[in-house]
């Protein structure tokens, strides 16, 4: 199949801004969190383009609807998740605790579709080669793995440096969220709403819509307010 080379390069120039200026609307987090389905959705866009532009019948006007289109649904889709966050989870997943206090949680690798073996490479690949070293593991929406390891192995090495173990820090519990409380997370922290409204006056703010994002841990609360507090 012959393509004029004058057609051919307007077609490439053409893609390869439209697919540039895509990717700057999208945001960053297009590559830095790439989720599966925005993985899949990458190449199915390459794909569309890189074939259309090596078809003599398709025309750039083609061209440029295939990426409007499907970049306006990735778009739509993003929108959604930042208005709506009653839909990320399923929309771009959550993370899943896989490894809690030390033991392997197997209903929520299974539920994962991971394996033993995966699990170890996961954990190996952050640096420890057994799993009796690791006291958390998250697997995160993207399919990385996050871990907080058990005091005595944690960087640098107590055991080397001869100091006197410590209790193992908890693991932190967001408990606002874009201005709005999350019950569930409150009891899990094991406080009620009115101790942590207490909290929250206590460091200068009057309602929690005030709060972009808190988190509790170690009988303390973190907080990131929208705006200063009040004085």
């Known amino acids: ?47 569309l383009v890189g074939n259309a532009m090596y078809d003599d019948e398709t025309s750039i006007f083609v061209i440029l609807y295939a990426i409007l289109i499907w970049g306006s649904m990735v778009y739509v889709v993003e929108i959604i998740s930042q208005k709506f966050k009653g839909t990320r989870k399923f929309l771009e997943g959550a993370p899943t605790i896989v490894i809690r206090n030390g033991l392997i949680d197997r209903d929520m690798l299974k539920k994962s579709k991971l394996d033993i073996n995966q699990l170890q490479n996961l954990v190996r690949q952050k640096g420890f ?50 201005g709005e409380l999350n019950h569930d997370n409150l009891s899990t922290a094991g406080l009620s709403k009115n101790k942590l409204l207490e909290q929250i006056h206590k460091q200068g703010y009057s309602d929690i819509k005030e709060i972009v994002y808190a988190e509790f841990s170690d009988d303390k609360l973190l907080i990131m307010p929208c705006t200063k507090p009040k004085k």
Request: hydrophobic letters at 40%; aromatic letters at 10%; glycine letters at 8%.
């Open 129 to 178: 080669f057994g799993l009796r070293e690791v006291e958390y593991a998250i697997l995160e929406s993207n399919g990385s793995l996050s871990i907080l390891p058990k005091y005595q192995y944690g960087p640098p090495n107590r055991q080397d440096l001869n100091l006197q173990s410590q209790e193992q820090p908890e693991l932190p519990v967001t408990l606002i969220l874009d």
């Open 1 to 47: 199949m012959d393509i004029h080379v004058g057609q051919l390069t307007t077609e490439l120039i053409v893609g390869f801004i439209a697919l540039f200026l895509l990717t700057k609307v999208l945001g960053k987090t297009q590559i830095s969190q790439i989720t599966p389905f925005d993985f899949i959705s990458s190449i199915f866009l390459g794909e």
